[in-house]
T-cell receptor, first 109, second 115 residues
Framework: GQNIDQPTEMTATEGAIVQINCTYQ??????LFWYQQHAGEAPTFLSY??LDGLEEKGRFSSFLSRSKGYSYLLLKELQMKDSASYLC??????????WGAGTKLIIKP | IAGITQAPTSQILAAGRRMTLRCTQD?????MYWYRQDLGLGLRLIHY???????GKGEVPDGYSVSRANTDDFPLTLASAVPSQTSVYFC??????????????FGPGTRLTVL
C-alpha cells in the first residue's frame, strides 16, 4: 500500500532550527511536496523536490533522497508565525498526491 | 483575484439531507480536486477532475458525487448525508493533474457537521 509517515507533533524554540522528517512508500514517484497549514486555514505550498538533494528557499529548505524514500523540511531562525502543521505529500505514478497526516509544530518563546 | 472560493464556510446538516458544497476558481486551472480532512488523518481525495467535462474517483468517493460543467466550477454533492461525513472539506485546483510539478491551490474550506 501507499503510505506517508511523519511525526505527529514537534516543539522548538523561537530562533532555533527544526527538521521535520517524512518517509514515503508509493507506487511510483513523481515528486515530493511540503505544505504549511495554519490552524483553521487552507494548506499553502512550500516546496517541491523531484531530484535528490537540497532545495533552499529563504528560511525553509527541503531535502529528498529517492533511494531511501525520505525527505525533510528544515526551518531556520524560527518565528512564532511558523507555528503550524506541515504536510508532506508524495506524487505517485498516477500523479495522485498521497498525503501524510501532518506534523504540528509548536514554537515556544 | 480571488483564487478559489468555497461556499458555505460552515454548515450544520441533518442526517439524510442533500447538500451541495460549491467551489469556484478563477485561475483557469484544468484540474480540480475535492478533499476531506479529519483529525489525525491526512487529506483524503474524494473526487477529481482533469479537465472540464471529466471526473474521476479518488480514495473515498462513496456517498459523494461531482460534476464539471465548465472550467471554473466543481460542486460536490452529498446525496444523503451521514454523520461520518462530518469533516472539513477543501477544494483545490492545479494547472494540470498529469504533471510532475503539480502545485495545488486550496480554497478556504467548508466545515460540515452532520447530526
Amino acid at each position: 500500500g501507499q503510505n506517508i509517515d511523519q511525526p505527529t507533533e514537534m516543539t522548538a524554540t523561537e530562533g532555533a532550527i527544526v527538521q521535520i522528517n517524512c518517509t514515503y512508500q508509493t507506487s511510483g514517484f513523481n515528486g515530493l511536496f511540503w505544505y504549511q497549514q495554519h490552524a483553521g486555514e487552507a494548506p499553502t505550498f512550500l516546496s517541491y523536490n523531484v531530484l535528490d538533494g537540497l532545495e533552499e528557499k529563504g528560511r525553509f529548505s527541503s531535502f529528498l533522497s529517492r533511494s531511501k524514500g525520505y525527505s525533510y523540511l528544515l526551518l531556520k531562525e524560527l518565528q512564532m508565525k511558523d507555528s503550524a502543521s506541515y504536510l508532506c505529500a508524495a506524487l505517485d505514478s498516477n500523479y495522485q498526491l498521497i498525503w501524510g497526516a501532518g506534523t504540528k509544530l509548536i514554537i515556544k518563546p | 483575484i480571488a483564487g478559489i472560493t468555497q461556499a458555505p464556510t460552515s454548515q450544520i446538516l441533518a442526517a439524510g439531507r442533500r447538500m451541495t458544497l460549491r467551489c469556484t476558481q478563477d485561475m483557469r486551472h484544468n484540474a480540480m480536486y475535492w478533499y476531506r480532512q479529519d483529525l489525525g488523518l491526512g487529506l483524503r481525495l474524494i473526487h477529481y477532475s482533469n479537465t472540464a467535462g471529466t471526473t474521476g474517483k479518488g480514495e473515498v468517493p462513496d456517498g459523494y458525487s461531482v460534476s464539471r460543467a465548465n472550467t471554473d466550477d466543481f460542486p460536490l454533492t452529498l446525496a444523503s448525508a451521514v454523520p461520518s461525513q462530518t469533516s472539513v472539506y477543501f477544494c483545490a485546483s492545479s494547472d494540470s493533474k498529469v504533471s510532475s510539478y503539480n502545485e495545488q491551490f486550496f480554497g478556504p474550506g467548508t466545515r460540515l457537521t452532520v447530526l
